[in-house]
DNA sequence: AATGAATGAGAGTTCATTCAT
DNA sequence: TATGAATGAACTCTCATTCAT
């Protein structure tokens, strides 16, 4: 009987281990057995909460990219300099991974094996949280910190590809600290790898570091 | 299956056709069937090529990275500076993409599908490419070109990365200006984001982008 | 795969319709269909009860000589001259033939079939067999009843090689009386099909050896 | 073109090369790439010399009981007692094993995966052995040589049936004293294992022993 | 006289899915 | 709420066979 709150409890949980297993050998790589096997149930019952193991990638999506962009929604709408609202970013994209929220990782790999019926909802979602990122970026530049020049959808797409190939790594580097590649990302970001010259530049590309 | 001419020309094929195949279902999304289906063939003629879909995968992986390792050795070898490197770096690995090279997403995505045994040798390559890009890096900073402070290693893996990111969007979007996305990479990673403030930064952000 | 009591009953019944199936076709000519289709379930289906075609022929050439091997100890444990020992023996292992014991004809003809490492256990149960039949020859000649000069272990290895001709052509023709078989066997046994002559004989015997 | 000597004497090899991997590995488990592989010949080539692998097996089988029957017809044609001839009988099945003659083996194990028709050359073969063979008994019977009573259809088979299990046993363990083997069969056919309670019987038992 | 190349049928096996219990 | 049992479709892979060369 679905509805009860027990229920989309363990829901939950099989989304998280559906999420886990998709992660690990790839949506057609996994079978339901391997899910029913890591939430203790057996085969058969995994249907009791998904139709069908298409239904259940598309949820490990839905919930891997969800409270990823209600994050970016508060970073979005709160009040701080742009050099804070970057590291607010990078910090919940890269944390989305190390917290084994593996159902990011899915959602970036897997998919496009979603009949693209199914990928509308995700795609809206992509797609806002790309906007609210540029959004950012055409702030930075309004009030200065960025360069006018500055693309902000290549902007965008290229913060999120880095968090996403950071996150590969991450996620398979358990040792590695977080919070340095983070900051390193954000210079990298903010001024790039390159001397600057300039008497100044020193205290700008210093700033921050740990 | 002898070491013919016609027979490596036509095992070339099969190459290219599962790497086409195996880049836009999956290794485990794609079958044998498609692949034969895509080289004009019947499903049992592939064994002639392959002694299995898991060889092929191989295969395809080796010729994804073969030539783009061998295009980072020439480049790091050449005698110019960081700057022309870079840019001779970012070109190949995203024209990589652009020539339909599918090999490489196919190696970036599913190598990992590979028992550990036959990855080692995918694993050597990957490794020298990430080398000679960081000792680029390295370079750029004895001459004082980089900052002092740059984690060079950081540095290469996020130009892999970024890399990556953009060159799966060029795959999908074949309209997409390669050369622009190259220059803007090029000067995100060289200058970042950011506006100079300084009396000098005129100078550094003038070379040659619009 | 529990270890229910249903289950296992199931089970049984698949083995002995794969004895039945290996024993007309032999292994390889055999399929797994044939098996699915004498227990009238669907060819996936039988994957229930065995992890792969040769797991079943494993378990039937085990089927096939535990209870044979156990009745041998019974009889060599029984206390009984050693006449109506060999008529037991010859009894037991050819009535195993007729009791349509497919699988003791599944074990003497493709257990070769198997992985070495599987058929170890088949080999200790055959040697156990063949030694304890040796241990009633050994009794016999020690009891006088056998000659002194007997190989216990040919007269063994003969005796199986004799039943195991005469069960397959009893398997093969339903109408055949096997109480005379084994009688005649055993007479062949004991005596062999010479006249006795009485005293002069010993000069007949001679001739033609070496 | 056939009909040559060559061919043949090609031929010829390739029905040996059949016979030796058929005895390997079942008429089911081998393949005919297997046979062009012993043969040192490209497998679709085998075709040259047979239209099919069927044809491959029933050529085996006949190779491997010709000259077995003819050595038979010519034992039975002799002039000599009936010791020496069943000497001359069990010698000639039983070097058949040891010279490698792996056709009969294959005659033996895989010939009922012949179909029925092509079969019947085979049986009319087989019957013609045992039927010589139980010639020979009868004369033993008639010349007072061998019991009265015996059955000897039955005393047919056996032998053929001895032969064989010890054949297989020879076949496997190319140590093994054939000679040995021989006479103990002779002496168990003649005289069985009991011990003769008749006063002369010990020097009959003894006879011929090492 | 032999082969490279291909084929098609069928093999064993896996797996998402169903359903009575 | 969960499971044991079964299914059927699809998959990878093998192999006897063919045929132009």
Redesign the pocket.
Known sequence: ??G?D??QQ?RAQAIRAAASVFSEKGFHG????DI?ERLG????????YF????EALEEVCLFGIRDYVLRMDQIAASDQPFEAKLMAVLTSHLSSYRERNEALKVHNDERLYLPSGKRTRLKELGTHYREKLEHIFEEGVADGTLRDSLDCHFAAQSVIGICNAWGDIIVRDPDLDMFAVIQKCADLLLDGFRERRGADSAAVADSGHG
Do not use: F
Request: net charge positive; aromatic share 14%; hydrophobic share 20%.
């Open positions: 009987m679905p009860t027990r229920y363990h996994a079978t339901t057995r029913a149930i057996k085969q058969g019952s995994l249907y009791y139709r069908s193991k298409e």
